[in-house]
């Protein structure tokens, strides 16, 4: 533990508040301060603690608070002469001398007295004589009560962005989510927003994969053969027949003797594969996005009119209209035209499936839609966009919009995979173990360390060591897990949606709090 600056007489200059934990244990726990005043040579600091794992802290059994609270012990005291003078007293912390301690209990911890998962203390005046000292260091440890031991943190398989909240499928076969709760997308059975990640309340005996992450609701595949969604359902977005929000999963009401699978969560519509050979989708429809060669709302899943004799498959739902791959090796987008972003060298919006123009010889698959462009993966091994090119979102080089597809101006002997489109910016895995982002660079969202626009891929700044893969792209963010283990995110973080338990913004990932 670590605290600077924290020189010179009166309150330090222009920092307003920071975190006080340096190296891998804020990933579970966060300490931060604000600043700093030394007066009679005693410097004195406001401090909280932050929990960031995924259960309770000061709790035995989630429900009700333990006197001793959190307990900050000094295992390593100023050695300079700089004296602890105002703590709350002295315990045996490992079995050793007794070691001085500030305690958060009771009202710093709220009115439950118990540290919520994303919770922040009440602050808590930290004193330290310096008797002539003009800097100093001490190392502490947290002790507190938890219910569950071994349940701090989840390792992130997979995650998906969505315009203002984020989610994740864990090896523990949950999902969970995180940012923005209007309308309960986080699922969790609330409408608080949350900084950091909360279990989805998944139907009993099911088992939810491949989240999909849209503008305010959220939908998932299930092992019984439907898919089940939640959030907001103004426009029949969640398929369960009404536009009754859900703050926690419903079955998809899907046609009867279909399995849906392959879900797709769009800014008010969603899209699924059928187990008939059709694309299904359901929700808001002014543009033509369901597919269904029509402009009415669905409130449950229909059929979108493919081509004669195509089958349609991996689909994927954007803001205002759709993508799909054809058995016949053509990709088809239908809904919303503005920009061109369906790919078929117009700008006329269409209620039914049209054909993109592919560069001559190339497959496009692997589809990825969001607000007003596309991108798809070439059989060639290249990364291919359309639509809109403001800030240079297509990654061409260019700001001119294109009406069919181009390729992404990939790194020097470096191919591109699994593309992401976002609102404004895009992401993609690289064959070098790195993953880039070209775009709109507005609040941090192409994650090299700057918020200017780049017009070709970018790497994402990482730590030495640290390889990024999974990328996906939010309306305002991205995120990405690691081969290490923990999760990151970059960009916009109003509403928690970064997951690292703040609302600043970052232009670097930073962890998600409890994964490892």
Known sequence: MQCEPATGAGRVGAVASFNLVVGSQHRFVRMANAAPVIEGGVWSADVTVQNLTLQPMATLDGAQGEAEGVRVFFVEEPNNGVEVINHDDEGAFTGSEPQKYYAYSAALLGEDAILTPGE???????????????????????????????????????????????????????????????????????????????????????????????????????????????????????????????????????????????????????????????????????????????????????AVKAPEGVSLSGVAAGAGHSCAEGSNGQLYCWGSNNSGRLGDGTNTNSRAPVAVLAPSGVTLTGVSTRDNFTCAQGSDGKVYCWGNNVAGRLGDGTTTEHWTPVAVQAPAGVSLSAVSAGSGHACANGSNGKVYCWGTGLFGRIGNGSTGNSLIPAAVSVSEGVTLSGVTSGGYHSCAVSAAGPAYCWG??????????????????VFVAGTH
């Open 492 to 509: 916009q973080s109003q509403w928690g949606r970064l997951g690292d338990g703040r609302t600043s913004d970052s232009s670097v990932p």
């Open 120 to 302: 922040t203390s009440g602050a808590k005046r930290w004193q330290f004589a310096l008797n002539g000292a003009t800097e100093f260091q001490f190392s502490v440890l947290i002790w507190t009560r938890v219910p569950d031991p071994g349940a701090y943190s989840v390792h992130l398989t997979r995650l998906a962005a969505g315009v203002y909240h984020t989610c994740g499928e864990s090896s523990d076969d949950k999902i969970y989510c995180w940012g923005a709760n209007g309308s309960g997308r986080l699922g969790d059975g609330s409408t608080l927003d949350r900084s950091t990640p909360v279990a989805v309340q998944i139907p009993a005996g099911v088992t939810l994969s491949g989240v999909s992450a849209g503008g305010a609701h959220t939908c998932a595949n299930a092992s019984n053969g439907s898919v089940y969604c939640w959030g907001s359902n103004s426009f029949g977005q969640v398929g369960d027949g009404t536009t009754s929000a859900r703050n926690t999963p419903v079955a998809v009401q899907a046609p009867a003797g279909v399995a849906l699978s392959g879900v797709s969560a769009g800014g008010n519509h969603t899209c699924a594969n059928g187990s008939d050979g059709k694309v299904y989708c359901w929700g808001y429809n002014s543009l033509g996005q369901v597919g269904d060669s029509t402009n009415t709302t669905r409130y449950t899943p229909v």
